[in-house]
C-alpha cells in the first residue's frame, strides 16, 4: 500500500466517489489504517461526511465496524447517530458495534454527573473549566 493510494482512497471516501473507493478496497489499500496526518480512518470520515452508501461500501469490504477515530474521537456507530445515518447505525450494530455512549461530561449518564459530583473541582462553576 502506497500513501498516496490511502489518501485517495480517504479523499475519494469522503466526496462519496462509489467507484474509486471500491478499486482502492480490491487493490489492497489499508481500509482500518489512519494515516499520522489525518489520524482518522475512512470509515467515519466518510460517515461524518455524509456518505452513508460509501460506508456500506467500507463495511462490504471488510472495514473494522469497531474501529474508533482518534481524530474525530468517536467510533463509526457513534458518528453514524450523529448525523442521523440511522440505516449505518442499524449496520453497525449488527456488525457488534456497542451502543453509542451518549456525549457530554464524563460520557454522559447519571453515572456521569454523580461522578461529576465527588470531584474536588465540584465547587467551581462548569462555565469556567
Not at 108 to 119: E, H, I, N, S
Request: aromatic letters at 8%; charged letters at 20%; one cysteine or more.
Amino acid at each position: 500500500m502506497s500513501g498516496g493510494d490511502w489518501k485517495e482512497l480517504f479523499n475519494a471516501a469522503c466526496e462519496g466517489e462509489i467507484e474509486l473507493v471500491r478499486y482502492h478496497a480490491r487493490n489492497g489499500v489499508d481500509l482500518d489504517y489512519a494515516h499520522p496526518e489525518f489520524l482518522s480512518t475512512p470509515l467515519v470520515a466518510c460517515i461524518l461526511a455524509g456518505q452513508p452508501a460509501v460506508a456500506h461500501l467500507l463495511l462490504d469490504e471488510g472495514a473494522n465496524p469497531l474501529l474508533h477515530s482518534e481524530f474525530d474521537g468517536v467510533t463509526p456507530v457513534q458518528a453514524a447517530r450523529q448525523l442521523g445515518l440511522t440505516d449505518v447505525e442499524v449496520r453497525l450494530r449488527s456488525l457488534g458495534a456497542p451502543e453509542p455512549v451518549v456525549p457530554g461530561l464524563l460520557g454522559g449518564g447519571w453515572w456521569g454527573q454523580a461522578l461529576w459530583d465527588r470531584m474536588p473541582w465540584r465547587a467551581v462553576p462548569r462555565r469556567w473549566l
